[in-house]
Structures are given as C-alpha cells and as structure tokens.
T-cell receptor
Framework: ETGVTQTPRHLVMGMTNKKSLKCEQHLGHNAMYWYKQSAKKPLELMFV???????ENNSVPSRFSPECPNSSHLFLHLHTLQPEDSALYLC????????????????FGAGTRLSVL | AQSVSQHNHHVILSEAASLELGCNYSYGGTVNLFWYVQYPGQHLQLLLKYFSGDPLVKGIKGFEAEFIKSKFSFNLRKPSVQWSDTAEYFC????????????WGLGTSLAVNP
C-alpha cells in the first residue's frame, strides 16, 4: 500500500465514450502527477499539479482533461480517445512543490490499465 | 535532447548471481538520480536515490548504486539476487539546472530463476 489509490484498476472503453480516472493520495503531499506508461517507451509525464494548480501540461491532446479539486484528489477525464491511447495510466504524488519535472521522491499508485476499442 | 539509457532491456539470472544494471544519462550539470522498481502487478516504488554526498548509495533489499559523474552513470548493483527480485527496474534522472526535467529510462526487465 503506497498511500496513492487509483480507480478503476482496469477500464475498457469505446472511442465515443466518456470516462474518468480517479486518484487519491493519503500522504499529505502537495504535488500530484499523471503519467502514461506504454510498452517500449519511457514513462511519459502528462500533467503536474502543485497545490491544486496545474503547473505542467506536456503537450497532451485535449481529449485528456485533468481536474484537481484539492491536493488529495486528481482526476483524468477521457473523451473520444483513440486506440493508441491504450496504456497504463499512473498517478503519483510527492512532498512539497514540484518544480518542472520534479526532483522529489514520487509515490505511485498501481495504475489504471486502459484499453480503447 | 536529454536522455537516459538503460542498456540492458531484458536480463535473466539465476538465484545468487550478481546483478549490475546500467544507467547512463546525457545531461552534464547537477542531477538527482533515482532507481525505481515495479514488481509484477504492483506499483512503481523507489529503490534508492542520490541527491548529493557519498556517491555510493544504499537502497532497500540489498540494492546499491554508484554515481560516477565523469561517466554520467548511475549503475544499480546487488551482489546476490533472489527470485523475489524479479521486476522491472527504471532509472530516472532529474536535471536540476536550467531545464528542470525528470527523464525516465525505458526500463530493464529482470527475471530471476529459482
């Protein structure tokens, strides 16, 4: 148990569906992250939030829409996804403000395995 | 562009064998260095880190890594692996200079045969 919980663990959706991924951290951290993990590619940082404010968006397509209502919760809203978006989506958190990429230790959730049909 | 190279993509060892996984990076300035591990079906977790000080760092489960600045390397080692070390290992390098980015390697899949 890492203190970072992601739901659902698995998600299958069609290209016209709308779904959301949820992440919750119980560590009292101030920074939260969304990553995409695909086979044979390095971990891709998608979004970063510091104290609920988005501080980084790494050219992520608009079909991915993050939301951070408070420092403990992070959502990733999905709509009109493409098959190439199928991947493991990881949420992470870290102590203290994140500085463009992060030099702090990150604590990861178990991920949501997303399949887009 | 900055990059992190993990030269071994797949490693297969027998129990009690020694392990060394390579990690090289391309940035020449101040760096924070990390090794993360992902056991089958589990979350990514920190194995060890280097921020400053002694370049030989000790991590959990008997792992260690040595930062060699002149070689831009941060290789992971363990003298005697166990079956439970079967996992994916990721090296990550944080550029603490002007372009502050955390760059991840592709990962090395380690399988330890009992």
């Amino acid at each position: 148990e890492t203190g970072v919980t992601q739901t659902p663990r698995h998600l299958v959706m069609g290209m016209t569906n709308k779904k959301s991924l949820k992440c919750e951290q119980h560590l009292g951290h101030n920074a939260m992250y969304w990553y995409k993990q695909s086979a044979k590619k390095p971990l891709e940082l998608m979004f970063v939030y510091n104290f609920k404010e988005q501080t980084e968006n790494n050219s992520v397509p608009s079909r991915f829409s993050p939301e951070c209502p408070n420092s403990s919760h992070l959502f990733l809203h999905l709509h009109t996804l493409q098959p190439e978006d199928s991947a493991l989506y990881l949420c992470a958190s870290s102590q203290g403000p994140h500085i463009a990429g992060g030099g702090n230790i990150q604590y990861f959730g178990a991920g949501t395995r997303l399949s887009v049909l | 562009a900055q990059s992190v190279s993990q030269h071994n993509h797949h490693v297969i060892l027998s129990e009690a064998a020694s392990l060394e996984l390579g990690c090289n990076y391309s940035y020449g300035g101040t760096v924070n260095l990390f090794w993360y591990v992902q056991y089958p079906g589990q979350h990514l977790q920190l194995l060890l880190k280097y921020f400053s000080g002694d370049p030989l760092v000790k991590g959990i489960k008997g792992f260690e890594a040595e930062f060699i600045k002149s070689k831009f390397s941060f290789n992971l080692r363990k003298p005697s692996v166990q079956w439970s070390d079967t996992a994916e290992y990721f090296c990550a390098v944080y550029n603490a200079g002007n372009n502050r980015k955390l760059i991840w390697g592709l990962g090395t899949s380690l399988a330890v045969n009992p």
